[in-house]
């Protein structure tokens, strides 16, 4: 079995999808597959949970060609994944995402997903004043800088799986998009979507789902992959919210030029964001098969299961 195990490279081995796959493939010894976790730090004590649970732990850095293709080389595959919010610069996203394709090309992968998004500006043109362009050429950054560096996965001729992912309901715990009292006392979740469906799923299923396009071989090169667990409504999010937290939990629905006023980092970019999956609602959930993700990884979680193991984390307001 030993000459036969295809050794993946896995960046973000720690963090939330990552650290799904990393998980993923160390679950499934007889799976034919040996994690190596890319990490910045080899020392951390996330780091060394992988290492003691058979992991080859790495160091690189998403800004250094030089070191990714070290931490590529020799593997048959990769896991690729940026952290836009870790420093909320659309151009550094770009060049991290570019970066990785050329580490990929430099170090002969046969096959690597890249986890990106849909280029918003394909939709809503710069010059369309609906939403507000931001940073002189985006409308929703953290979408459009990751997708400016899918062509160059493509151009160099790297064999990628592009991996279209979906609102985290780890948000709810993490991000601060969890329930708030609003003036009348009531606690609430609060999107500008109107009636329309939002993509979500448990960050950890994002690397599941992964690993599942690993395992399919070569079926999935050269294709976009869209993945989600359920596409839910605000209503719906708060009802099952509700029901497994105890309280009455409303959906509060706001126009995103509020939401963009809300005056946290990235409001602006996150109002234009879920104003563009409520203005394209059949386009963007039309684009992530809940199908194909459950064939993927067969035990993907809903939101009502994510709920009963992770509702008593998300903080209330």
């Known amino acids: 079995m030993a000459d036969k195990t295809k050794l993946l490279a896995v ?27 890319i990490t910045r730090n080899p ?46 610069s659309a151009p550094k996203e770009t060049a991290q995402g570019k970066n990785i394709a ?4 430099n170090a002969g992968l046969k096959h690597v997903i890249w986890s990106t998004f849909e280029d918003t500006r394909e939709l809503v043109p710069l010059k369309d004043d609906r939403m507000p362009t931001l940073g002189g050429k985006y409308k929703v950054p953290h979408f459009d800088a990751k997708a400016e560096a899918n062509g160059t996965f493509l151009e160099l001729g790297v064999p990628t799986t592009l991996l279209l992912t979906s609102f985290y309901w780890d948000n709810f715990i993490y991000f601060g998009a969890g329930p708030a ?13 109107g009636d329309k469906k939002l993509s979500g ?48 939990i409303r959906y509060n629905d706001v126009p995103p030029e509020v939401y963009r006023g809300f005056g946290f980092p990235g409001a602006d970019d996150m109002g234009n964001m879920f104003q563009y999956k409520r203005d394209f609602n059949d386009v963007y959930c039309g684009a992530r098969n809940l ?11 809903t939101f009502a299961q994510w709920l009963q193991q992770h509702g008593s984390k998300i903080p209330l307001k």
């Open 43 to 88: 020392t951390s004590d996330k780091a060394k949970a992988l290492a003691k649970r058979g992991a080859e732990v790495v160091q690189a850095d998403l800004d250094d060609v030089k070191s990714l293709t070290k931490a590529f080389t020799g593997a048959y595959g990769a896991f690729g994944v940026t952290n836009f919010w870790e420093h909320m």
């Open 102 to 105: 050329h580490a990929a090309k």
């Open 11 to 37: 960046l973000g081995a720690t963090g939330a999808q990552g650290g799904g796959l990393a998980r993923a493939i160390l679950d499934d010894p007889k799976g034919g597959f040996a994690l190596r976790a």
């Open 291 to 301: 199908g194909l993700a459950r064939s993927l990884a067969p035990d993907l979680q």
């Open 201 to 248: 799923m448990a960050a950890a299923d994002i690397g599941k789902c992964a690993y599942g396009i690993f395992k399919a071989g070569r079926e999935f090169i050269g294709k976009t992959v869209g993945i989600a667990g359920e596409h839910l409504t605000g209503a719906e999010m708060a009802a099952a919210m509700s029901k497994a937290m105890g309280k009455e």
């Open 181 to 193: 009292k609003g003036p009348d006392g009531k606690l609430a979740i609060t999107f500008p979507l």
